[in-house]
């Protein structure tokens, strides 16, 4: 992707997030560019056609005039409504490790997005194991596989699935609640009805306001699925190459650090990253999925060099994983200056009597496979 299409990519993204009613306060429309304004009818007219499309498809689906393919296993389906920055793939390797810890072999089926950079961590994180990983449209292959899970799968209506996990960022849920590509929703919210577990992740970054309202608009889509919360707990770190290696949080303590991230959510990255107590954290933001090239290497020292003028020490780049396992080599170009992967796990949050046990127990209830 060159320059002018990132821009763009960067230019509907803000749309997509900003309310499209002007505001007396100085929200809304007024807040966009002359360019952005003049994109939206354009943007308006492909998410008009979308949404046809879309309501054709499900009808299709629904009226069985497309038909619904049933593995010989039970199907957990963990998806969203929203693209970017929702938990998914973090949630489907806590279900996987789950049902493993419990003997049950996972299958999980990964659509094979952006280089496949999520199906690529999978991979490195369950080398070794009975868990299975397939990219796009993989088959069972192996008797042994108890169940499948589905990364972002809530839209993969041609399979049938027992179990259907809904993932919302509590950060950035909706934003101007229209279709893509004039908002950032896959499907409208009535499509939470569809949903058996809705989970609300980061939800430790989110005020208590904006956690109830967020429950309310879930409810008014879908009054009978238990709402889960979930957070990214930061792990460990290891240096580029050295993926064996685990580095305690503290390594980036009272130091300068650089948070490089192309993913959804990089608000989320950068706020993990503060916690952990750096004297100074400055960030670069790319689209989700960019893959890094020569000249972002070349920004990025430039950006390091500022810093070490600035502060007087060299500063520190800490990336994610997915970033990682997108592209490993390329981060070795940062030389001289080292380059740490920060290591995440999700954690379901208790709140409200809804713990991991009771999690774990919704979705065994839901298979009956146990």
Known sequence: M?????????????????????????????????????????????????????????HLYRFRLLPNHRLPVPVISVGNLSWGGNGKTPMV??????????????????????????????????????????????VLSSSAIGVAILDDGMQHLHLWRDVDIVMVNGMMPWGN??????????????????????????????????IKVLESTIRENNKAAPIYYSKMTPS????????????????????????LSAIGCADSFAQSIEKVSPSSVDRMDFNDHHVFRSEDVEKIKLRLQELLVKFGSEPI???????????PKM???????????????????????CTDEHFKKCIKQLLKAF
Request: with cysteine; proline share 4%.
């Open 236 to 259: 460990h770190l290891f240096a580029v190459g050295k993926v064996s290696c685990e580095l305690p949080l503290v390594a980036i303590h009272k130091r300068t650090v650089l948070c």
């Open 2 to 58: 060159g320059d002018g299409m990132a821009r763009v990519r960067k230019m509907v993204n803000e749309i997509a997030y900003t309310p499209l009613i002007w505001s007396s306060r100085g929200g809304g429309v007024s807040k966009l560019s002359t360019i952005q304004l003049s994109l939206i009818p354009f943007l308006s007219l492909t998410s008009s056609l979308y949404k046809i499309i879309l309501s054709l498809r499900h």
């Open 317 to 327: 780049v800490i990336i994610t994983e997915k970033d990682y396992d997108r592209d």
């Open 93 to 138: 390797e806590l279900i996987a490790n789950w049902l493993l810890h419990s003997g049950i072999s996972p299958l999980i089926l990964t659509r094979g997005y952006g280089c496949a950079d999520e199906a690529k961590m999978l991979q490195r994180h369950f080398y070794g194991t009975s868990a299975k990983i397939g990219i796009g449209a993989s």
């Open 177 to 210: 609640r229209k279709l893509i590509p004039l908002g950032p929703l896959r499907e409208p919210l009535t499509a939470l009805m569809r949903a058996n577990i809705v989970v609300v992740h980061h939800a430790d970054l989110m005020l208590e306001e904006e």
């Open 331 to 353: 981060f070795r170009e940062l030389e001289p200056f080292e380059v740490l992967v920060l290591c995440s796990k999700l954690q379901i949050v208790s709140r409200a009597g």
